[in-house]
């Protein structure tokens, strides 16, 4: 039944109520004398009666029409109430506005019929009408007219803008072997791939040991292999497994063949396609994503400690001392490191270049991301780093100068390593400034615990 429907046959209650109180009234013996002289005999006052709910009735098929008109989205009115829709907010006067789930606004609609019907705000009568009603409800309020407001996805139309820095320092090592990678767009590098999303960028941080060969081999080879992947870019997460595979075969074939210097890199990336964020790990490098001022990490660190790794590496025949894999590397997971006896035999040792993968849906809430080595997390917590980088960008709006920041800051904490940071912003504005709200807790101290806390400010 339509919600003009509904509305009408609420009034209709009400006047039928009405005649029958007056009927009654004739019933209880009112003489025919008395009943002339304050309006008339019977034939008259239903004479009279007639004429003054005429207007009325002709009235309810335009009020019928407004109705519909308004409520045509399916919201059910019953008895001038909506009654089966929800919102966020509670009307109760007449001239309140009502927005619509069709995002159309309307008045609340008006009480319908005339006479005792219009006038009348008893709530005897109300609920009268309302039980009569094919749909009655447990409870009839009129100060509570609800809405139900369509859901919005937090991510609908949101596109990031990709705007990227880095930086990197030598540190307290006598020599650098990090490596990175920053494509803000990746197809001015890969033009034999067309793509079809934007934007598409690709970030990497890599932090090798025993030289930089290895470090600057996966920089230059892993974006290409995944690429060239047979599975880009209709299974991302399958592209990126082959092609660290690969990379890690290759770069073995190099120092065999003489062409590479023997050596092992951890290896983390960063694949922006659209609105996805790919994040692939092998080793101790991290990934800390700013979801509105809150760290979100996408990536592990692969140290030999971690129980996660030490049953895989004591299940592979390997071993952990002094938090060392076979107490030669620090690290449980790695691209190289061929040379090391015990470590890859064949591609089955407790050294493994399997990456850990994370897919993420970028939203309007993502505001930046940080990508570093161990020389960064070494003195920074994620949750530090990615408030000390945002109000640096809430000052100067530029990620290349907070990826300096971030390092020259380590090297004041006394980081001893190498120190590689990349800064990538998702929105070309800077973080917003937030506003906390107050949980209206109200905190007290007892007299006992100041006298004991004065008492200790005193000894000190």
Known sequence: MAAGAEFSQGAGVVDVVTVKIKDKELANGVPEKDREENGGSKKEQQQQQQAD??????????????????????????????????????????????????GRTASK???????LGRRCQSSAMLMT??????????????????????????????????????????????????????????????????????????????????????AEFVSNRLLRYIVEDADFPRDVESAVRQAFHRTDLEFDLECGAGRAHPSGTTALTALVYGRTLFVANVGDCRAVLCKRGRAVELSRDHKPCCAF????????GGYVEDGYL????????????????????QGCG???AEPEFREEQLTSEDEFMI??????????SSQNAVEFARRNLQKHNDPERCSQDLVQEAIKRSTCDNVSVLTVCFTPEPPPQLSWKSSGVRRSFSVDSLRTLQESLDAC
């Open 326 to 345: 076979n107490g030669l590397l620090a690290v449980a997971r790695a691209v190289g490191d061929w040379h090391l006896a015990g470590l890859k035999v």
């Open 371 to 380: 990508l570093g080595c161990d020389g960064l997390w070494d003195v920074f």
């Open 309 to 316: 790794e030490r049953a895989r590496i004591e299940a592979l």
């Open 53 to 102: 709910q005429a207007p009325s009735q002709q009235q309810r098929p335009q009020d019928e029409q407004d109705q519909k008109d308004v409520y045509s989205n399916g919201t059910s009115v019953s008895n001038g109430l909506i009654v089966n829709g929800t919102a966020n907010g509670t009307k109760n006067s007449d001239d309140v506005s009502l927005d619509s789930p069709n």
């Open 129 to 214: 009408a309302a039980m009569d009603s094919p749909h009655a409800v447990s409870s009839v309020s009129l100060d509570r007219l609800q809405l139900k407001e369509p859901a919005v996805s937090r991510w609908s139309g949101f596109k990031p803008v990709i705007r990227s820095g880095g930086y990197a320092d030598i540190g307290g090592r006598m020599f650098m072997e990090d490596a990175h990678v920053r494509i803000d767009d990746i197809s001015e590098h890969v033009r034999s791939f067309e793509f079809n999303e934007w934007p598409r960028a690709f970030f990497g941080v890599f932090d090798g040991h025993g030289g930089q060969c290895a």
């Open 350 to 352: 407790p050294l493994i």
């Open 109 to 115: 609609p008006p009480r319908p019929g005339g006479g």
